[in-house]
């Protein structure tokens, strides 16, 4: 069993930062940042 990944707060916060202000659709941030796109949903 894979455990889980962990982000810091950092991490969230500039993955947010990004989504926002980038114009890209969510899937391809997610994918710059190397996560699955359903955790930027969260």
Known sequence: ???RQRF???FKREA???MQ????PVVVVAREL???HNRLHK
């Open 1 to 3: 069993m894979e455990k």
């Open 8 to 10: 810091s707060a950092e």
């Open 16 to 18: 947010i930062r990004m």
């Open 21 to 24: 202000t980038s114009g890209k």
């Open 34 to 36: 190397g996560i699955p």
